[in-house]
Antibody, heavy 119, light 107 residues
Framework: VQLQESGPGLVKPSETLSLTCSVSGGSISNYYWSWIRQPPGKGLEWIGGVSYSGIINYNPSLESRVTMSVDTSKNQISLKLTSVTPADTAVYYC??????????????WGQGTLVTASS | DIQMTQSPSSLSASVGDTVTITCRASQDISDYLAWFQQKPGKAPESLIYAASSLQSGVPSKFSGSRSGTDFTLTISSLQPEDFATYYCQQYNSYPLTFGGGTKVEIK
C-alpha cells in the first residue's frame, strides 16, 4: 500500500490548510487513518484520525480547527485546518493504522508534505 | 493526555554496539506502545508494535519489551543505517501521543 499527501505548500495566516491523502495498492476500507504533523526540527504530533466508515477522533488541542473526512469512491482521506498561524508550519503525514480502530499502531506512512504558513 | 517520556534524548554509539532506549508512560497503557525509526528527510517507519511485536520486514536486531509503564527498545549490533531518530508512541487512549525522540549518532 502507498500513501501520497498532496496540497498547497504555502498557506497564508488566517486561511485554511487543505490536504488530501491518496491511497494506492489497497482499499481504504477496513482500516483507520490518521494525520500526523512534525514542525521542522521537532517531534511528532497526532492531529486526528478517521475510519473508513466515518468515525472521527481529533486531538483536543486542534479540535476546534480540524475537519477530516474519507472518500471511499476516490480512496482518499482529507484534512482541513482553519485559521492557520506560523505555528502550523510542519510536514504533514497521513498514516494507515494496522487495524480498523485507532487502538492500533501506524503501520504505513506517506512521505509527508511540507506546509508553510506565511504571508 | 498521556505523557511519553523518552530517554536519553540523544546518544552516541559505535558500529557494532548494542543500545537501549527507554520510554515511560505517565499512566498504564497496557501493551499499546509502538516504536518508530525516522531518518532525516524521511517519514517514520514502524519497527515494533504491541510493545514487543516486530513489524513485518524489520530485522530481528530490533526488539522491544515492557515492564509496567516502562518500555524499552533495544538495537543490537548497530550498523550505519541504524543511525537515526527513534520515537515511541502510545495508542491506548486519546489523544495518541509520542515521546520526544532519541537521536542515535555515530561516535
Amino acid at each position: 500500500v502507498q500513501l501520497q499527501e498532496s496540497g498547497p505548500g504555502l498557506v497564508k495566516p488566517s486561511e485554511t490548510l487543505s490536504l488530501t491523502c491518496s491511497v494506492s495498492g489497497g482499499s481504504i476500507s477496513n482500516y483507520y487513518w490518521s494525520w500526523i504533523r512534525q514542525p521542522p526540527g521537532k517531534g511528532l504530533e497526532w492531529i486526528g484520525g478517521v475510519s473508513y466508515s466515518g468515525i472521527i477522533n481529533y486531538n483536543p488541542s486542534l479540535e476546534s480547527r480540524v475537519t477530516m473526512s474519507v472518500d471511499t469512491s476516490k480512496n482518499q482521506i482529507s484534512l482541513k485546518l482553519t485559521s492557520v498561524t506560523p505555528a502550523d508550519t510542519a510536514v504533514y503525514y497521513c498514516a494507515r493504522h494496522r487495524l480498523v480502530t485507532s487502538w492500533s499502531h501506524f503501520e504505513y506512512w506517506g512521505q509527508g508534505t511540507l506546509v508553510t504558513a506565511s504571508s | 493526555d498521556i505523557q511519553m517520556t523518552q530517554s536519553p534524548s540523544s546518544l552516541s554509539a559505535s558500529v557494532g554496539d548494542t543500545v537501549t532506549i527507554t520510554c515511560r508512560a505517565s499512566q498504564d497503557i497496557s501493551d499499546y506502545l509502538a516504536w518508530f525509526q525516522q531518518k532525516p528527510g524521511k517519514a517514520p517507519e514502524s519497527l515494533i508494535y504491541a510493545a514487543s511485536s516486530l513489524q513485518s520486514g524489520v530485522p530481528s536486531k530490533f526488539s522491544g519489551s515492557r515492564s509496567g509503564t516502562d518500555f524499552t527498545l533495544t538495537i543490537s549490533s548497530l550498523q550505519p543505517e541504524d543511525f537515526a531518530t527513534y520515537y515511541c508512541q502510545q495508542y491506548n487512549s486519546y489523544p495518541l501521543t509520542f515521546g520526544g525522540g532519541t537521536k542515535v549518532e555515530i561516535k
